[in-house]
């Protein structure tokens, strides 16, 4: 594997927007500051008593008193940070500089993971900007090697690194399983559900040897464990094998009330969380939108209709733009999460298809994309207002949603042991939503 420095191609294009931005990069996060960075931003303002006073105000100690998490800064109740200023800049950053700010600030949007001694860099969509040069673009996700600058990797000692072990079987051969999954992500002419049923049977064809803590590939196992993980991933590379899941997963009709259910029901729990006016904005109106406004069992089979009929109604006038949006979501997503990150291939593969479903409720109860649906065709301006409905939903539930700890616990709840032919149904359940 080559060791040249990979960048999703929308990396090389971002540049951050400042004050045209429609969010802060802070909105609604908890910011943790380490020992060192702590000191470093005292030592910033110790010329200004005003200055100190309003930082000391801002930050809170962590009672767990970890170094790397020593204090927070916490947000204002509206969702933003404290230290913005009334242009909606970082103060600490205008007067003292990049250096003095915390890890975190200092390199959002930046997604760097160094697998082995590559560096890949990648960017979360939880930036307004990443995710409209991720979604917009066709060749948005395609990796390119690049030499890095110190603009792409702002803070190379918090890359995160996956050490190529021999002994730890599971990430010793995710890049090889991670190709293989892309390769079917990227096989366009199949719709993308059919895709993640695609992902969703080679997960379940791995499941029973290849997962965090096999003990599959110790010792004089290892040859006939790898050969076994080649042979199911070659399995999965015919084209033959691929029409069939394609062919029997189009068959397949499944009720969307209780998937409606459990999307509505993690919209409502975030905007409870107070999330900041965008997020709460746009999940009450998408709620509204649906029908969904008491959240009571008997509105979700018709929600449910509604759904589907204008997911019909988009796929018609704008089929190859929504259908590039979750295409290259769903490349991205396994581009920038590493599965190792989930005890199996199945439940990383689940966790996939639940955040499509909830991403395609979110955008068809889009108020704006609603009014889209009421057209009997494209008008001059309606792909526009359909980005822009799309850049707003992806940003914000990827910033409000997506790693926010109680839909992370849902996800597991859901998941159980992430492993085996219940899990594959799952899969298949959101797949088909
Ligand atoms: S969210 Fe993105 S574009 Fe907006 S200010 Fe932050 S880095 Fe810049």
Redesign the pocket.
């Known amino acids: 594997m080559s060791t040249e420095p990979l960048l999703l191609r929308y990396m090389t294009r971002f540049r ?3 004050e045209r ?1 429609e ?3 802070c909105t609604g996060l908890r910011v943790p500051v380490s020992e060192p960075q702590w000191a470093r931003m005292r030592a910033a303002v110790a010329g200004s008593a005003e200055e100190s006073e309003r930082l000391h105000r801002c930050i809170t100690p962590n009672p767990g008193g970890a170094t790397t998490e020593h204090a927070f800064i916490e947000m204002r109740p509206d969702g933003h940070c404290p230290l913005l200023d009334t242009e909606r800049l970082c103060s600490l950053q205008r007067r003292h500089g990049d250096a003095v700010l915390p890890d975190i600030c200092a390199t ?2 930046r997604v760097v993971t160094r697998w082995g001694e590559r560096v890949e860099v990648s960017g979360t969509l939880a ?4 995710a409209r040069l991720c979604l917009l673009e066709e060749d948005a996700v395609e990796p390119v090697p690049t030499p890095l600058a110190a603009s792409h990797v702002p803070r190379p000692e918090t890359a995160r690194h996956i050490p190529a072990d021999a002994e730890d079987a599971w990430a010793f051969h995710a890049e090889t399983v991670r190709e293989a999954l892309l390769r079917m992500l990227y096989r366009r002419e199949y719709p993308l559900a059919s895709r993640l049923a695609m992902i969703g049977h080679l997960a379940h064809g791995l499941d029973g040897f290849y997962f965090r803590g096999t003990e599959s590939f110790r010792g004089e196992d290892r040859e006939a464990a790898e050969a076994r993980l080649g042979e199911v991933l070659q399995h999965f590379d015919s084209p033959d094998v691929l029409e069939t899941v394609h062919r029997d997963f189009s068959g397949l009709a499944l009720p969307g009330g209780p998937c409606v259910g459990l999307f509505s029901s993690v919209l409502r729990a975030r905007m409870a969380a107070g999330r900041g006016e965008r997020f709460s904005s746009l999940a009450r109106s998408v709620l509204e939108s649906l029908g969904l406004q008491e959240g009571t069992p008997g509105e979700l089979d018709a929600a449910w209709r509604t759904y589907a009929e204008r997911w019909r109604h988009l796929e018609a006038l704008h089929g190859a733009r929504v259908h590039q949006y979750f295409d290259n979501y769903a490349a991205h997503f396994v581009w920038r999460n590493p599965l190792i990150d989930a005890p199996g291939l199945l439940a990383y593969v689940f966790r996939l298809a639940l955040r499509v479903g909830l991403l395609r409720l979110t955008l068809v109860g889009h108020p704006r994309v609603a009014e889209l649906c009421q057209e009997s065709s494209p008008t001059a301006d309606s792909q526009e207002q359909l980005d822009r409905a799309a850049v707003e939903t992806f940003q914000l539930v990827a910033k409000h949603v997506e790693q926010a700890p109680d839909f992370l616990a849902l996800a597991e709840g859901l998941v159980g042991p992430g492993r085996g032919a219940d899990t594959l149904g799952k899969v298949l359940i959101f797949a088909t939503f």
């Open positions: 951050c927007i400042a931005c969010d802060t990069c959002f949007p930036c307004p900007e990443v």
